[in-house]
Each structure stands twice: as structure tokens, then as C-alpha cells.
DNA sequence: GCGGTGACGGTCG
DNA sequence: CCGACCGCCACCG
């Protein structure tokens, strides 16, 4: 798989690596996607994806280990699937990166 | 091309 | 722990 050429592309091909059960965080996304320190740009990204899209946008947090969609506005919803893989949130929304976040292998 | 904007990140009070 | 600021960068009007 030729890695996509577009940002937004390259995006969701880091995103959809993400496994099952852990999370990654913004910044980690956009490194992992050559993009640098372009960590808004993640987020950006992931708002504009389509409903029901097959890539895990609920697994990926700020570095401060919390859910940074508002609750309002999609948050429950990314905090239920998130439980519903095996990773404990907190009613705040808070993660433990120690516990859950992704290491990748070999790319930065 | 310019400037406003944001599902960020790090620092400081 | 929480809020305020500032620096970053690609998207969009």
C-alpha cells in the first residue's frame, strides 16, 4: 500500500493502525504521518470524517492522556467506545497513556 | 496570497 | 487540578 499523498490521507492510514483496545495521541498521529508537529491538523482531520467511517477515530486522545471532543459534541460517544474496547476512562474523560497508549514498532 | 480558525501541546500562575 | 497564553500548521473563505 503506497502511503496516501494527501495530509488527511495519511491521517486515517496512521489512525487505522492504531490497535484495538490502546490509543494514540494527536501529535504521535501526526508525527507517525510525517506531518510534524501539525497536532491540530489530526484533529481537524478526524471532524471531518464521514459517519460510520471503518477507521477508529475514538482511539485517538491529547497528550495530556483526556478526550478532547466535547462531550456535546461526539466525547460520550468516543468514551463509550473506548470502554467498550477494555480501556477504563474515567467520568472526566481521563486515559492512562502509561496503560493504554500505542507503541508502534520500529518508525518513530 | 492573506488571515481566521481549531477533536493540539507545552508552559506558567 | 484548572484556566490563560503562546507557538505550530494545514484547511478554507
Redesign the pocket.
Known amino acids: 500500500m503506497r502511503r496516501p499523498s ?3 490521507g495519511r491521517i486515517a492510514a496512521v489512525v487505522r493502525r492504531v490497535p484495538r483496545g490502546s490509543v494514540a ?4 498521529v ?1 508525527r507517525l504521518a510525517g ?15 464521514p459517519t460510520g467511517t471503518s477507521i477508529p ?2 482511539r ?5 492522556g483526556r ?4 462531550p456535546d ?2 466525547g460520550i460517544d ?1 468514551r463509550l467506545r473506548l470502554l467498550a474496547e477494555g480501556v477504563t476512562v474515567t467520568e ?1 474523560g ?1 486515559v492512562s497513556l502509561e496503560r493504554y497508549q500505542w507503541r508502534p514498532r520500529g518508525r518513530a
Do not use: C, E, F, K
Open positions: 494527501t495530509t488527511y495521541t494527536y501529535g504521535q501526526a506531518l510534524g508537529r501539525a497536532a491540530r491538523q489530526v484533529g481537524y482531520a478526524l471532524h471531518a470524517l477515530w475514538h485517538i486522545i491529547n497528550a495530556g478526550i478532547s471532543l466535547p459534541a461526539g468516543q472526566s481521563r
